[in-house]
């Protein structure tokens, strides 16, 4: 399945890595965009 589109995700913490790991095991192509104003991963 693979779908033409883009995706932001708001916070690289836990969550929002998982999202993106999930994300991109869906499809591969997606255009995905991390915003975080701290580290990511919360370090």
């Not at 708001?10 to 499809?27: I, N, P, T, Y």
Request: aromatic share 2%; glycine share 16%.
């Amino acid at each position: 399945m693979s779908t033409k589109g883009r995706v932001v995700v708001l916070g690289a913490g836990s969550s929002g890595e998982h999202f993106v790991g999930a994300l991109r095991r869906l499809d591969p192509k997606v255009e995905i965009v991390v915003a975080e104003r701290e580290l990511a991963g919360g370090e």
